[in-house]
């Protein structure tokens, strides 16, 4: 692995699990009145952005990266569509 992958990969790892304490704690509290919806579905768009150039750039750390943060950001919308 290049240096430049390396650099991807990282930054994958950090801003994808950046969303995991986010999950965690709606799980836990069942609460998302503090969470924006119009912020996460505006967040989606761009992660599905972000996924196509991957794929069309072959880059593997945008598609991994990208597809875990689409999980676990498609987890907290719908923890707030269900605990309203």
């Known amino acids: 692995m290049d240096l430049v992958t390396g ?3 990282l930054a994958a790892i950090l ?3 950046g969303f995991l304490p ?3 704690k709606t799980w836990k509290t069942r609460s998302t009145k503090d969470i924006s919806l119009g ?3 505006v967040l989606v768009g761009g992660i599905i952005l972000w996924i ?3 794929l ?3 880059g593997l750390p945008l598609i ?3 597809s875990i943060t689409l999980f676990l950001v498609s987890i907290i919308i719908f923890f707030k569509l269900r605990y309203k």
Do not use: K
């Open 39 to 41: 912020m996460f579905v």
């Open 64 to 66: 991994i990266g990208n």
């Open 15 to 17: 801003t994808t699990f």
């Open 56 to 58: 069309l750039r072959d």
């Open 22 to 24: 986010q999950v965690i």
């Open 52 to 54: 196509t150039y991957g």
């Open 7 to 9: 650099i991807g990969f």
